[in-house]
């Protein structure tokens, strides 16, 4: 079983920037990983993923040009490099790894961490 745990989230300014770390130990075949985010009164929706492999990434629109997904190898760490936070942003942060496709629709993924809140405040 994939063992995904966030690191803990915070509490920012508008304006401001946070990094989400979950170790993603890499298990047999489930090489799309990615960050989906749930605000209180909404479905889940995916903000990052990114292939294993290849390294392609693929990100919401909503925070293109502000957040950068990325894997550290070498410590099977998969980090959220958040920018320009909004109070928009202000969510519970999951990890989450499965098969490819990699795709920003939660509903294929299968293995999730415990989820980590972000709060952005004005």
């Known amino acids: 079983q994939v063992q995904m745990r966030e690191s803990a989230g915070g509490s920012v300014q508008v304006g401001g920037s946070l990094t989400l770390s979950c170790p993603a130990p890499?298990?047999?075949?489930?090489?799309?990983m990615g960050w989906f985010r749930q605000a209180p009164g909404k479905e889940r929706e995916g903000v990052a993923t990114?292939?294993?492999?290849?390294?392609?990434?693929y990100y919401a629109d909503s925070v293109k040009g502000r957040f950068t997904i990325s894997q550290d190898n070498a410590k099977n760490t998969l980090n959220l490099q958040m920018n320009s936070l909004q109070p928009e942003d202000t969510a519970m942060y999951y990890c989450?790894?499965?098969?490819?496709?990699?795709?920003?629709?939660?509903?294929?993924?299968?293995?999730w961490g415990q989820g980590t809140q972000v709060t952005v405040s004005s």
């Open positions: 989450a790894a499965d098969r490819p496709p990699c795709t920003l629709v939660a509903a294929r993924y299968n293995y």
């Open positions: 890499i298990y047999p075949n489930r090489y799309c």
């Open positions: 990114i292939h294993h492999i290849d390294g392609s990434t």
